[in-house]
């Protein structure tokens, strides 16, 4: 008797995870939890340099999807390319999936094979099941996209975001929340966990400080000198894990230009 196909091996049309977003930017909010992903959604694309059907919401924090990372990088690059090579194919729906991405132009290889894993378990949106062979595609592109350009995407944020914050389009505490949204690409979040940004540990605030002095901020005047270098309005008592690495790789990318 033939073996019953399942979703892991059958051809299906793609469920773009980019419309989840997409949906909040599509016509006139009608509810407040729409005007508030609508008001996330446009900020982030805005600094990101993207179109708003790049961004999905998920646990009330915005994250760039894999729309979003392929514009980025056809930004950079027109000609990029993608070679895989599969370690591992599902079979059924408990199965695992493992494939390796590579970014490429022409004969010119970008980054080395990058790993994307995906099994029913790092799956927790229950409509996903089954497409473990796609995910673990696309967690091996984004990784991939990131690999190349992770660094080149950060700094254009974070120079667009000292931009709207000088002319005082953007909060710190927003700055603070659309800053996460490339720590990971949306395919790689769990969106059924209840996500929240966490008070910066105070050997991470001990650490900016420690930095700042190092670039010649006298003792005590940490927070004047950081926001002078960054143009991010700093509080140390309230500054939250994403602002502090913000923060961070701001006075760094100074250190560098010196």
């Not at 790092?122 to 099941?129: A, E, G, Q, V």
Request: contains cysteine; aromatic residues 6%; positive net charge.
């Amino acid at each position: 008797m033939a073996k019953k196909k399942t979703r892991a091996i059958v051809k299906v049309k793609e469920k773009n995870l980019m419309w989840a977003g997409a949906k909040a930017v599509m016509g006139k909010p009608t509810t407040p939890k729409e005007e508030v992903e609508r008001k996330w959604i446009t900020l982030t694309s805005k600094v990101l340099n993207i179109s708003p059907f790049g961004v999905n919401i998920l646990g009330n924090l915005p994250y760039i999807n894999k729309l979003g990372l392929m514009q980025k990088a056809k930004q950079y690059s027109s000609g990029v390319g993608f070679r895989y090579d599969w370690v591992k194919t599902s079979q059924d729906d408990t199965d695992k999936a493992v494939c390796k991405c590579k970014i490429v132009i022409g004969p010119k290889e970008l980054t080395d094979w990058v790993i994307g894993e995906c099994s029913p378990s790092s799956m927790k949106m229950s409509t996903l099941k089954g497409y473990q062979n796609h995910m673990a595609q696309t967690r091996a592109r984004n990784r991939a996209i990131l690999e190349a350009f992770g660094v080149r995407i950060h700094e254009e944020m974070m120079e667009n975001i000292a931009k709207l914050y000088a002319k005082k389009e953007i909060t710190e505490q927003e700055a603070g929340k659309v800053g996460e949204a490339v720590t990971a690409s949306a395919e790689e979040i769990q969106p059924e966990e209840k996500q929240k940004a966490l008070f910066a540990e105070n050997k991470k605030v001990d650490e900016l400080k420690k930095i700042a002095r190092e670039m010649g901020a006298k003792e005590g005047k940490e927070q004047k000198f950081i926001e002078s270098k960054t143009s991010i309005r700093v509080n140390f008592e309230t500054m939250t894990d994403v602002q502090a690495r913000l923060v961070k790789a701001e006075l760094l990318n100074q250190q560098v230009k010196k």
